[in-house]
């Protein structure tokens, strides 16, 4: 539980101590968050782990699901990160038509 918990702290240090951060960083962040859960997730765990873990993961991937579109536009306008924080080309295709 402890290495979960670390990286929550690591991906708010990385947003407190950020001088700019922008929603790009937010999204990246969050990301990363979701797909460590999901390797924790697949990793074999004790069952208060695994729920303590599932718990986290469904309500990460309901406000990831709620922002992902509503920031779409923001992210491709910052000149930081631009279209680095899609994981795909069809993503960043997907992103640029909407603007």
């Not at 702290?9 to 990246?28: G, H, K, Q, W």
């Not at 859960?37 to 990460?60: G, R, V």
């Amino acid at each position: 539980m402890i290495d979960i918990l670390y990286l929550f702290f690591n991906a708010m240090e990385i947003l407190f101590t950020s001088t700019y951060p922008t929603i790009s960083d937010v999204r990246l962040t969050i990301f990363g968050l979701i797909h460590h859960l999901n390797f924790f997730l697949e990793d074999s765990l004790s069952d208060n782990d695994y729920l303590f873990i599932e718990s986290i993961n469904s309500k990460q991937n309901k406000y990831w699901n709620y922002i992902k579109e509503s920031t779409t536009i923001s992210t491709l306008l910052d000149p930081r990160s631009k279209t680095k924080t899609f994981i795909t080309t069809e993503q960043c295709k997907k992103a640029i038509n909407m603007l």
